[in-house]
């Protein structure tokens, strides 16, 4: 009988159960308690940055980081279309006015050379998203950046344990993102991270966490009582969900070298794909692999949709991915009209292959075997 292969299996580590059963005993189960310390501590700590906060989702870490950067009304922002609705609407629910751009020729990140010319002297930040975990050419955009005093927010929701010129990425903007959602390499079901690298937003980032109120402080006993100081939400994950985090915080290692092993292989046994025009995972020098992703850019769209028809007729499910933001029906109205030709490619001819921690060596060949067949056999 043969056997389903899905796209994603979230990864269990087996401790989940048992931190969950302790937070449980210490009566502790809303946010901010032991597990959520742990976690933010670690993160921390790895990163070498001022302050991290857990989040319900990148969504809310990156709807904290538009308050924290003080969006208004009338600013512009700068992000790229080929990403997911989360990277926009926090911006857009800020009152800002989100600037398109489009994607690199040989990956699907932003084009750091089309930046400067969207900069006018009402755009306040740039939003780069490491798509597939792979780095965006930081040392260009914080230029860029620097030269018209912007702020970065880095979306590097996919991209725990990956690097720019050894730097992890998340700590190089004035803030960064991750998401822990159970499609991302290390997951708690629905989670996000703050990561606060100006010391100047510090203070603040966690007033807004805790529902606008310095109550964090309180607890630490640095003031007497607490109360309402600033606009905030409640952004605060609870401790359960923490629990399952730290479960695979402690397994980071292990879980990235069997992803990574993962990837290598598909990449070099769908190589000779290359020679036919189909478009590979592009890691630049200064970029590392998290492995976090394998896609395909095939050739058309037809392409792309009869390879997936294929695959799913052998019970292999392979996925494509984003829809470009500005022709989506929210926004294409509000576009400014300039052609995103690069980003249109990605959402039309992109497919993701099944990529997680359990996938067997056998069922990664027959997907690999299913793909060399289809290209075979494809004209």
């Known amino acids: 009988m043969q056997k389903n292969i ?7 580590t087996g401790k989940e159960t048992e931190f969950f059963e302790q937070a449980i005993q210490k009566r502790k189960l809303s946010g901010n ?3 959520t310390q742990r976690c933010q501590d ?3 700590s790895q990163l070498g940055t001022n302050k991290t906060l857990l989040t319900t989702s990148c969504t809310d870490a990156l709807e904290l980081s538009a308050l924290l950067i003080n969006i208004e009304p009338g600013d512009e922002v700068i992000i790229p279309s080929y990403t997911f609705v989360s990277t926009a609407n926090p911006f857009i629910l800020r009152g800002a006015k989100v600037k398109f751009i ?3 020729k040989d990956h699907p990140g932003i084009d750091e050379e089309a930046i400067e010319q969207l900069v006018t002297k009402k755009t306040k930040a740039i939003i780069p998203v490491h798509y597939a975990g792979v780095a965006c050419d930081m040392g260009k955009i914080l230029g860029i950046a620097k030269k018209h005093n912007l702020k970065v927010v880095e979306d590097a929701a996919q991209a725990v344990d990956s690097y720019y010129k050894g730097k992890p990425l998340g700590t190089l903007g004035q803030l960064g993102t991750f998401s822990f959602h159970e499609t991302k390499n290390i997951s708690c079901g629905e989670g996000g991270l703050l990561i606060v690298n100006d010391p100047d937003l510090a203070t603040r980032s966690e007033i807004l966490w805790e529902k606008g109120t310095n109550r964090a402080a309180f607890w630490r006993g640095e003031v007497d009582k607490y109360g309402w100081v600033d606009v905030g939400s409640s952004y605060l994950p609870s401790e359960l969900t923490a629990t399952v985090l730290w479960a695979q915080l402690e397994r980071l290692k292990d879980i990235q070298k069997r992803r990574v092993e993962i990837y290598n292989i598909y990449f070099d046994s769908l190589s000779s794909l290359i020679e036919k025009g189909v478009q590979l995972p592009f890691i630049p020098q200064y970029a590392t692999c998290n492995g976090h992703m394998f896609y395909l850019v095939c050739r058309s769209a037809e392409e792309r949709s009869s390879l997936i028809a294929h695959l799913k007729s052998k019970e292999i499910n392979a996925v494509f991915h984003y829809l470009s933001l500005h022709s989506s029906p929210f926004f294409k109205d509000k576009h400014d009209g300039r052609p995103l030709p690069y980003s ?3 959402t039309d001819c992109l497919v993701r292959l099944p990529l997680y921690y359990t ?3 056998e069922d990664q060949n027959l997907v690999i075997d299913e793909v060399l067949k289809f290209f075979a056999e494809w004209s």
């Not at 899905?6 to 269990?12: D, E, T």
Request: net charge negative; no cysteine.
């Open 6 to 12: 899905p796209f994603n299996v979230p990864f269990l």
């Open 33 to 35: 308690g032991e597990f």
């Open 42 to 44: 670690w993160f921390q």
């Open 102 to 104: 489009d994607s690199r």
């Open 344 to 346: 249109d490619i990605y």
């Open 359 to 361: 996938l067997t060596e």
